[in-house]
């Protein structure tokens, strides 16, 4: 009977050994991007212009140059002024705050910033990938702060995922 239960565990240890071994992950990052560099070049980006009702001078200088150095940093492609393989255009839509949450008082206790772009996208190289698409990102602050505080902050964070967004939707495959 001893031997059975020896065998038994060393059994049980040959089948843990196989099955730790035979279980392996691997990580890897996925392609930035998935532009096909034979075809595409260039990428001309234009300025978006901020047509919000509630307009802050410094958000569409900030959207402009961020998204200019996504496509710089994270690809190959030649940024020109127009006429680029890839061509992307569009304009700030809304910049607004909406009371979120409201706390036992009756007031505001947080308040929701949303940024929204609509974006014109041409492939000048395979049009059926051109589109005209709305982003919109959002971000909340405490209501005893003021907007002007906050602002700059929020509008970072804003502009770097809605950037991201586009990046993605245009030259990512995701």
């Excluded at 050994?17 to 532009?35: H, K, N, T």
């Excluded at 070049?41 to 150095?69: G, M």
Aim: hydrophobic share 40%.
């Amino acid at each position: 009977m001893d031997w059975i239960k020896k065998l038994g565990i060393a059994f049980a240890c040959v089948a843990l050994a196989v099955i730790v071994y035979s279980c392996r992950m691997s990580f890897g990052l996925a392609p930035i991007s998935s532009i096909d560099y034979s075809k595409v070049k260039t990428i001309s980006i234009a300025d978006f212009q901020n047509r919000a009702e509630y307009v802050y001078a410094p958000l569409a200088i900030e959207f402009n140059t961020k998204l200019r150095d996504m496509f710089i940093q994270q690809t190959r492609l030649q940024v020109i002024d127009s006429g680029g393989d890839l061509d992307i255009d569009g304009e700030i839509t809304g910049y607004n705050q909406y009371n979120e949450s409201v706390d036992a008082s009756g007031y505001a206790s947080k308040v929701k910033v949303t940024l929204t772009v609509n974006v014109r996208y041409t492939n000048n190289t395979n049009h059926e990938e051109d589109f005209e698409q709305q982003f919109s990102a959002f971000q909340t602050y405490d209501s005893n702060q003021l907007l002007t505080d906050v602002q700059d902050q929020l509008i970072t964070l804003m502009v770097k995922d809605i950037t991201e967004q586009i990046f993605n939707a245009t030259v990512a495959n995701w």
